[in-house]
């Protein structure tokens, strides 16, 4: 059975940081490239960062660049997104596609909450 389970999200004060993890399992996770993308309330899903089937492979929207850093260990089938300088405007479900052409799984995503 496939699952993409994501976790580590919460409540964190403006300036903050968080660790998000996301762990995959019942399929080839090593072959797949990972995204990490989040949803607000009213506005269209975002993508935020991309990590490819390496971690050299990586690259990041503007609206986080030099913030979040995203990452892999392929023996745990695992991907972070780790996340310094949160702000109001960060505040998203998150969650982390895997795709592997033309499958995509999806996770059911993690909370981060940052209040104004």
């Known amino acids: 059975q496939v699952q993409l389970v994501e976790s580590g999200g919460g409540l964190v004060q403006p300036g903050g940081s968080l660790r998000l993890s996301c762990e995959g399992s019942?399929?080839?996770?090593?072959?797949?490239?990972l995204s990490w993308y989040r949803k607000t309330r009213g506005k269209d899903r975002e993508g935020v960062a991309y990590i490819g089937t390496i971690s050299v492979s990586t690259s990041y929207a503007d609206a986080v660049k030099g913030r979040f850093t995203s990452s892999r260990d392929i023996v745990k089938y695992a991907v972070y997104l780790q996340m310094t300088s949160l702000s109001p405007e960060d505040t998203a479900v998150f969650s982390c596609p895997a795709a592997l052409v033309p499958t995509n799984y999806w996770g059911p995503g993690t909370q981060v909450s940052v209040p104004s």
């Open positions: 019942g399929f080839s996770f090593s072959l797949y490239s």
